[in-house]
């Protein structure tokens, strides 16, 4: 079946540090990847996506390149700020998954201190 | 704005007493989930329906029922709830190959 490993955390940088959040999968042909975000005391929010191998996905200062070879999809961020403190989820969606929902990794909690 | 209502918002129930939670949508999607979310596990999928009166099980259906009546309506029924499914619930709908989620629905059985 379709699995996502992702580090769990809790992950602690200072303000202004470089941020990598290891996420790798498993899955059946080719799946959609995303990475989520979720504040506290909220629900959880797209923060990018990619669709097919060296797909790109960027939002917000965050990267994640679709790795096929690797099964990977890492998420990035150069400088992080104190409002970057949230949950990140990575997940992924088979292909032709039809109405099927998304697997989602067990999150990372990311706190940021100033 | 997928438009998508959780209601309620917060909920106290006793074991063993049946509960309903309700995922309304405004924009006609097809597609509608229920996700729970604990500690450790991330979100895993209860149930989804990919039309009126067409539901399927996911990965932890146990214990739990959805019905979808109407195309903006999904509900999902713990028939006689148990401390294991304290929560934190998620009703999210497709566009395009992600979800949308809505804002959860805390339930805590006591």
């Known amino acids: 079946g379709n699995s996502v490993t992702q580090m769990e955390g809790p992950v602690t940088l200072s303000e202004e540090a470089f941020l990598t959040i290891n996420c790798t999968y498993t899955a059946t042909g080719y799946p959609s990847l995303f990475w989520y975000v979720q504040y506290p005391g909220e629900g959880l929010q797209l923060l990018l996506k990619a669709t097919k191998a060296d797909d790109k996905g960027s939002n917000k200062g965050f990267e994640a390149t679709y790795r096929k070879e690797t099964t990977s999809f890492h998420l990035e961020k150069g400088s992080v700020q104190v409002s970057d403190s949230a949950v990140y989820f990575c997940a992924l969606r088979a292909l032709g998954g039809g109405a099927d929902g998304l697997t989602f990794g067990k999150g990372t909690h990311l706190i940021i201190q100033p | 704005d997928a438009g998508i209502t959780q209601s309620p918002r917060h909920k106290v129930t006793e074991t063993g007493t049946p509960v309903t939670l309700r995922c309304h949508q405004t924009?006609?999607?097809?597609?509608m989930y229920w996700y729970r979310q604990d500690p450790g596990h991330g979100l895993r999928l209860i149930h989804y329906?990919?039309?009126?009166?067409?539901?399927d099980k996911g990965e932890v259906s146990d214990g739990y029922s959805v019905s979808r009546s109407k195309t903006e309506d999904f509900l999902l029924t713990l028939e006689s709830a148990t401390s294991s499914q304290t929560s934190v619930y998620f009703c999210?709908?497709?566009?395009?190959?992600?979800?949308?989620f809505g804002s959860g629905t805390r339930l805590t059985v006591v």
């Open positions: 924009e006609n999607h097809r597609y």
């Open positions: 999210a709908i497709s566009e395009g190959r992600e979800n949308t």
């Open positions: 329906s990919y039309g009126v009166k067409d539901t």
